[in-house]
């Protein structure tokens, strides 16, 4: 048995056998992982409110060998969710990301700079001010994973498409020019390309000084999320939620 206790963010919660809980666990030094939690329907001294999906915590668990489970032992809070105002697009803004690092990172593989952008992420889904977070999530989350395609030039023919539309194909990799659109192709307009630019220069807590309504960049967040579905391989339960809000 190897005891192990580090910070982690609780991705989602299933009951699991009797009184117990399973949970997917991101953990800054092993990655994601599974583990079990013991009684933990019953007992809320050693979890308290930490299952919360999105709560920052420090775990204290333990590998048992030749079981792929972890034995949760202990949660303590470091920052839970549930202690700034809740809303509907807020609760969706969360489950997002709890379903893309649930979706995009294989088990027991450590994945750094994807913890300190999920911290500082969750740090910004704000009521009142989601979308920002919500698109900077996905873009550098689709860059990290290496699936964001370079936006500066046509794929096709090599045209510098820096200040001009951007046009991308749910089936195919890479952007393209007008020209070389290929079926059913989606603009991604000059400003939102412009805007990406900034997103990959700058920080989360720097850009969201700014205003940030739903539909400033709203064909930007559109194509980071059908980027990372396109990859994923499936639609994003929480993304269509998030479209609702
Ligand atoms: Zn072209």
Excluded: N
């Amino acid at each position: 048995m190897i005891e192990r206790q580090g910070e982690a963010i609780v991705l989602r919660v299933w009951p699991f056998q009797e009184a117990d809980l399973l949970v997917s666990l991101f953990t800054r030094e092993q990655g994601r992982v599974k583990g079990v939690a013991r009684h933990a329907m019953r007992s809320r001294r050693r979890f308290g409110g930490a299952l919360e999906p999105m709560t920052y915590v420090r775990a204290t668990y333990a590998e048992r060998p030749k079981q792929e489970l972890m034995r949760l032992d202990a949660f303590e809070i470091l920052s839970s969710p549930l202690s700034r105002p809740i809303d509907y697009a807020r609760t969706a803004a969360l489950q997002f990301v709890a379903e893309v690092v649930e979706e995009a990172l294989p088990e027991q593989a450590p994945e750094d700079a994807v913890f300190r952008l999920v911290l500082a992420v969750l740090d910004q889904i704000q009521v009142g001010k989601v979308w920002l977070p919500v698109t900077y999530f996905s873009l550098w989350m689709s860059r990290l994973m290496g699936w964001m395609p370079e936006l500066g030039h046509c794929v096709v023919c090599g045209l510098d498409l820096r200040g001009g539309t951007v046009w991308y194909s749910a089936t195919s990799d890479g952007v393209t020019c007008a020209d070389d659109r290929r079926g059913g192709s989606v603009a991604l307009s000059a400003a939102s390309a412009g805007e990406a630019v900034r997103i990959f220069r700058g920080t989360v807590g720097e850009l969201a000084k700014e205003d940030w309504p739903k539909d400033r960049v709203a064909d930007l967040r559109r194509f980071a999320v059908e980027t990372l579905e396109r990859h994923l391989e499936r639609r994003l339960v929480s993304a269509r939620a998030l479209g609702r809000a």
